[in-house]
């Protein structure tokens, strides 16, 4: 029987891959760790390659903590149970690299278990492009779209339309980059779903370097003007409006005294905020925000 | 009798005058203006300066806004009155000098009413250090001081207490700077109080310029280096941190579909985000970082 025990353990296991992978693409850099411990139960080890050869920050994370269930993961104040218990296990990623031909990628999976039996699964990968180029588009959809479809009860188009509706920023009314998959409450009918859900889960992870690093190696040695890099630093201040305005993983770590460090790992080394910079019509600045909207189909 | 034309008209001046005497500190940077409209009543005059020779980035924002009360400014769905007419116009301004060791500041001044007769006023200054410098510190608490003692119905005391409360990061545990005054919902009892309360906010308008002109020109020579304009990147970045996640009027702002680049002009030119920084004990930095709590009275 698949336990939570098991799910943390592969979790752990996936970053010390990840790590690797992206240690050796990448060539110089190496991860930090850092160990921490939350003080009602549990902890994690966060994993930091800052001023790599390819990726200026990358942070690979990964968590199991567990205790009384907070008050704040309850629909309503009268079903509070102060008996209750939580685990909730998971691995995050964010890299930002040098190149501003290369994109930014967000990976995470998640288990949460409330008490005996209730449980769920979560996760995706999103890509955010500087400059969106359409045939590495079309490749990570498409890779997305296989590891759901080899997957009995996974479901691209949904996860698709789920990540167009969740990174997006209403007030720049841009999604953030070109999407990807995003899933929340998968809940599994019995212990065999809870096999196959957490298989599917573990896939998403296990694409997650190769994906990647197939993105990156197309893209890495590509030249670039101080003119590309500033575009970078100003599309990184739209990940950072994303992040601390609207991501429901960084406000629920920050309402709830997590690892500020470990949650905020997510944001850029250097971003710019220039006053109404709008790029002039057929630049390839312009034409990379007309990629940034809900319901392009990469793969029709 | 006070109205609100004259208020607002009031603060177009103030905002005139702000910008010449901010163009004339920096020598060469100028304003440039965007009137903007908004669909459902009134509009705005937002002025940026950038690449001054003194300030990287400033902003200087008015606004009167008017028009059907939205719904989110009723404190409960049962009272909301379709009928109902708000007013609301201010200025807002945040500077972000070149210099490290020059502050950035902010100041706000508004005045709302609803329907006739209720209406109240509010606003603030608040000073943000890169680099505390205690006689400067104390030279700004004392001008705000003495701009609220001058003023019956205004305390300082309790202003600058609202202003350590609002200014917090709580996941850094650091306050944004050293504070200032904050005040809001000052309700006039009668016409009478009302004028005390326009002349006190007016006041605070005024006292902007010359408060900060003063600041800015005992600081504005000082060499730096590039460690220290590195330290003024991750200083800004914690203003990123406070403005996005916790300020209620950047908040309102892009929760009421309000005009994105006026709103986010307090966002830095530039900011950083290194993994973990923590400036080692005894240095500059770490000083700085002890004078960023609540609760300092600088005035004693």
């Known amino acids: 029987m698949l336990n939570k025990e098991t799910i943390a353990t592969e979790f752990m296991m996936l970053q010390d891959s990840i790590c690797q992978s992206l240690e050796e693409i990448d060539g110089s850099g190496r991860f930090k760790e850092d160990l921490w411990q939350r003080e009602e139960g549990g902890g994690g080890r966060s994993r930091i390659l800052e001023g790599g050869k390819l990726f200026e920050k990358a942070g690979v994370n990964f968590s199991k903590v567990f205790g009384n269930t907070p008050a704040f993961l309850y629909d309503t104040k009268q079903n509070i149970n102060p008996e209750s218990q939580f685990f909730a296990t ?90 990807g998959i995003f899933f929340d409450h998968l809940i599994p009918a019995d212990q065999t779903e809870k096999n196959v859900l957490f298989n599917f889960v573990l896939d998403v992870g296990k694409l997650f370097a190769p994906l990647y690093i197939e993105i990156v190696s197309r893209n890495k040695d590509r030249l670039y003007t101080s003119e590309e890099k500033k575009w970078q630093r100003i599309r990184r201040g739209r990940y950072v409006e994303f992040n601390l305005v609207y991501d429901r993983g960084t406000k629920f770590g920050l309402e709830t005294n997590g690892r500020t460090e470990s949650i905020l790992m997510s944001l850029p080394p250097q971003a710019d905020w220039q006053y109404n910079f709008i790029p002039a019509t057929g630049t390839k600045e312009s034409e990379s925000l007309n990629f940034l909207k809900k319901g392009i189909d990469w793969l029709k």
Chains 1, 2 share one sequence.
């Open 90 to 179: 998971g691995v995050s990623i964010v890299i930002h690299p040098i190149n501003p031909w290369v994109p930014i990628i967000h990976m995470n999976i998640r288990y949460f278990e409330k008490d005996a039996g209730a449980c769920w699964f979560g996760g995706g990968i999103d890509l955010t492009p500087h400059y969106v180029i359409p045939k590495d588009a079309i490749y990570f959809h498409g890779e997305l779209r296989k590891v759901c479809n080899k997957h009995p009860l996974a479901d691209y188009v949904k996860y698709k339309k789920e990540a167009d509706d969740y990174f997006y920023i209403p007030h720049r009314n841009e999604t953030r980059g070109i999407g």
